[in-house]
């Protein structure tokens, strides 16, 4: 940054042009603006300009004191609070050479630092501390330190079995006849038309629904929106889960509803169903168990070749077989001869939750994949249950 000279008149820089000796203050004044204090620390709220309009009486001398402390400050726009500024040259300081500033053509005006804001800082309250009553427009902000803003993560209670994933998860019907209503579609018409009225239903859309042949629904009622197809043999279709909606009321013959929860494209002409009920399982971890249940994986729940961490994979144990909510099953490895190959040997393919579970079939989430190319009839054991 050029270093900047500053001429107290134009007859003193009109002087200096002609080459006759000037000093741009005289005996007497420079007696005047010596500070009465050799240095000076910076405070909060402090500017070079404050600080030479305090010590020596003219704010527009704040290049003197600038020029005394290069070495402490970089910027003359920007000190801090703690600096200690030399305010009283001695034989120690090297005074700063002016080479590089050109002369002026006319007085020039100095332009006065900026107000020195405070360096940005993190505040930490007690955590008892309230914010005062009034009516602030502004509350103020509420700093936190990185233990703090993890607490929330930490100390949140573990939670074996989670709701949205119990919704989301689907299920075999198993060959049953489930009692199947239709989503007839948003209560509102489109703003913009178009060709098809199978437009996707949002959050806290309302939606008219139709019961099944005899029956109704209620208000406050619960009904999973799904999709259904093929699902593996002797097991009956998939039901997959879109959404969920809370019946509110009726018009005519209709029911209402709202849509409280999306797990996929909601549209017109879905079916719904009434949620099994969910139970939250307390907050213990599995306990692991010997000679667990075995079996094996039906298939995945949608068409993925290879499975990832929340992929959902049926498998061929249920409630008959004592299988619950909240088991852990192992997906290992059988070992086998291979043509110009090793043989495989038994080991840990991908860990599996149980999400869902029916009389003949149950619902796993992937929760850890070591090798995700896992077919149909892969070996299946439990290895751990939730306490009861």
């Known amino acids: 940054m050029p270093r900047m000279t500053i001429f107290r008149s134009r007859l003193l820089w009109t002087a200096a042009v002609l080459g006759v000796a000037a000093d741009p203050w005289s005996a007497a004044d420079a007696q005047a603006k010596q500070p009465a204090q050799a240095s000076y620390t910076v405070k909060n709220g402090d500017s070079l300009w404050s600080i030479a309009q305090q010590l020596l009486g003219d704010p527009f001398l704040w290049p003197q004191i600038y020029r005394l402390n290069t070495q402490t400050v970089e910027d003359p726009h920007w000190i801090y609070p703690g600096e200690m500024l030399t305010l009283i040259p001695g034989e120690a300081i090297r005074a700063v050479s002016a080479e590089d500033t050109p002369g002026p053509e006319a007085e020039p005006t100095p332009t006065p630092p900026s107000p020195q804001p405070e360096r940005p800082g993190v505040v930490v309250e007690p955590e008892d501390m309230q914010e005062p009553a009034g009516d602030t427009l502004f509350a103020r902000r509420r700093g936190l330190d990185a233990r703090t803003a993890l607490r929330g993560y930490r100390e949140r ?22 009692p199947f209503g239709e989503l007839l579609g948003s209560v509102t018409p489109q703003q913009i038309r178009n060709l098809s009225e199978r437009a996707t239903a949002t959050l806290y859309t309302t939606v008219a629904l139709t019961p099944p042949a005899g029956a109704s629904y209620q208000v406050n009622d619960s009904l999973l929106v799904v999709l259904t197809s093929a699902g593996p043999e002797g097991y009956g279709d998939i039901v997959l889960p879109t959404g969920l909606v809370r019946v509110t009321g009726q018009n005519g013959r209709q029911a209402l509803g709202l849509v409280v929860a999306v797990f996929g494209p909601i549209r017109n002409g879905q079916k719904v169903v009434p949620v099994d009920k969910f139970a939250a399982g307390g907050t213990s971890r599995a306990q692991p168990v010997e000679n667990g249940v075995t079996g094996a994986v039906l298939g995945p729940r949608e068409t993925r070749e290879l499975k990832h961490p929340q992929t959902y994979l049926f498998i061929d144990r249920g409630s008959s ?31 599996l939750q149980v999400v869902h579970v029916r009389e003949r079939s149950a619902t796993t989430k992937v929760v850890h994949v070591v090798s995700p190319d896992i077919p149909p009839g892969t070996r299946i054991k439990q290895v751990a249950k939730l306490p009861n």
Do not use: K
């Open 157 to 178: 209670p573990y939670r074996p079995l989670r709701r949205g994933e119990f919704y989301a998860a689907g299920y075999l019907t198993e060959g049953q006849a489930l």
């Open 321 to 351: 077989q004592g299988v619950a909510r909240g088991d852990i099953f192992e997906v290992r490895r059988d070992p086998e001869e291979r043509l110009g190959a090793a043989d495989t040997v038994d080991e840990l393919m991908a860990v």
